[in-house]
């Protein structure tokens, strides 16, 4: 027999509700059992933006700084929305060189921060609408800051929506869906659930990664007497 030759299957939001109901032995019944699970949904996609990178959610930017100014957020070209910046460089006449991330202790401790050159060093102030602060200040306004960041996940709004995640990630989707309803409606099954859903996250989880070689760098440090 011939196979189907489709690889289009998803889930739209009302059939993540539906499956995740019937694993609590229960029924999607009323517009309020929709309403709770949707709620539910997105505070377990906030969740996940808590158990580390989601590659799916990685996004590259650009700006152009601007001459004398340092900080950048949403209103003078940083993307938005954003909750955190992975790496970063300028790019120059074609060529990018690294910008490294130090700490908010670190940049508050350089000495003068109105120096200006071209931008070696970076400090990402996570707040709700965050911001990136280069230094030295950019010295003119035709470099480009490039930058990956990590981007939120979409909301679940109305029932006929798909949701913003890989196909991979469906079978974790709903077992959290189950296990977050069972908090509520099934409290015998929250147990079970929440195995089945730490299980299916670590799965899914650990197929989301970099497929690349990985190098250790001693740090060999000499000893004087």
Do not use: H
Request: proline share 4%.
């Amino acid at each position: 027999m011939a196979t189907s030759g489709s690889t289009d299957f998803d889930l739209d939001v009302a059939d993540v509700i539906e499956e995740a109901y019937e694993r609590c032995g229960l029924e999607l019944r009323t517009g309020y059992d929709a309403k709770t699970a949707r709620r539910s949904l997105n505070i377990m996609f906030s969740e996940w933006a808590n158990r580390g990178v989601n590659l799916w959610t990685v996004r590259q930017g650009t700006l152009t700084v601007t001459s004398g100014t340092a900080a950048y957020t949403s209103s003078n070209g940083l993307a938005t929305p954003m909750s955190d910046i992975l790496e970063v460089a300028i790019r120059r006449s074609g060529t990018d060189f690294s910008v490294d991330r130090i700490s908010r202790s670190e940049y508050l401790n350089i000495p003068v921060k109105t120096t200006t050159g071209r931008p070696s060093q970076f400090y990402f102030n996570r707040q709700i609408s965050p911001e990136i602060t280069l230094w030295p200040t950019p010295e003119n306004s035709s470099d480009i800051l490039v930058y990956y960041y990590i981007t939120r996940i979409e909301d679940a709004d109305t029932l006929v929506n798909t949701t913003d995640l890989p196909y991979r990630f469906l079978p974790c989707m709903v077992a959290g869906l189950a296990y977050y309803l069972a908090l509520k409606r099934a409290p015998e099954r929250v147990q079970l659930l929440k195995v089945v859903y730490e299980e299916e996250f670590q799965r899914a989880a650990d197929e989301d990664e970099d497929r690349v070689s990985l190098k250790l760098q001693p740090d060999i440090q000499y000893i004087r007497f």
